[in-house]
């Protein structure tokens, strides 16, 4: 299957500090999805993304599509306890039918 | 709106038996749903792609025999672990979208299956 590298593997912030992460895949990709996971439970969709250059907001989260469709970011603003997760991207290449999952990025969130 | 039901939520079962998984989607019909295994601390990997009606498609590497699924109507596919073994041991997550294909994926809240 694809891989998806993401970055970085763990982040220790401080409540109230803005966060970025990215996505990164050797093949171009037609979708890119950004996911939170809490311990024992499913993936929960955050954010869609469709087309190149696409920046697309939910609340505090900020998400783009990489220009080189080979690239997704995703930014968080002033971060509260309860961004706690693991954070995936996932994506959809132009040929296939699956999605393939990024390696995570683990977020703790100091109060 | 797009609900995927898992069922069970996690399963203890003994080396050699089958233990199978429901994946339901509540609200929507899908015709293709998707299973991932996660193994602690690691990412989603995705193990087959269930397709109702027709046969499932495999990623390289699982064993189609050990792992059997059936997407027998357009809101219920089933994992069946055949001869488990402690390697077995995983977090099996279910997922299915909604319409086309670039359309989302909603995931079931996952299974832990134990082997003992």
């Known amino acids: 299957g694809q891989q998806l590298n993401q970055s970085p593997q763990s982040m220790f912030i401080q409540e109230g500090e803005d966060v970025s992460m990215n996505c990164t895949s050797s093949?171009?990709?037609?979708?890119w999805l950004w996911y939170k996971q809490e311990p024992g439970e499913g993936p929960v969709l955050l954010i869609a993304?469709?087309?190149?250059?696409e920046l697309t907001s939910n609340g505090r989260l900020t998400a783009q599509f990489g220009i080189t469709r080979k690239d997704s970011f995703l930014n968080i603003s002033a971060s509260i306890p309860s961004d706690v997760g693991i954070y995936f991207c996932a994506g959809r290449t132009l040929t296939g039918n699956q999605f393939y999952f990024g390696t995570g990025t683990s977020l703790t969130v100091i109060p | 709106g797009a609900v995927v039901s898992q069922h069970p939520s996690w399963v203890i079962c003994k080396s050699g038996t089958s233990v199978k998984i429901e994946c339901r989607s509540l609200d929507f019909q899908a015709t293709t749903m998707f299973w991932y295994r996660q193994f602690p601390k690691q990412s989603l990997m995705l193990m087959a792609t269930s397709n109702e009606g027709s046969k499932a498609t495999y990623e390289q590497g699982v064993e189609k025999d050990k792992f059997l699924i059936n997407h027998a109507s357009l809101t219920l596919s089933t994992l069946t672990v055949t001869s488990a073994h402690p390697e077995d041991s995983s977090f099996y997550i279910c997922?299915?979208?909604?319409?086309?294909?670039?359309?989302?994926?909603?995931f079931g809240n996952g299974t832990r299956l134990t082997v003992t």
């Open positions: 093949s171009i990709f037609n979708t």
């Open positions: 997922s299915a979208r909604v319409g086309y294909d670039n359309s989302p994926l909603h």
């Open positions: 993304l469709y087309k190149a250059g």
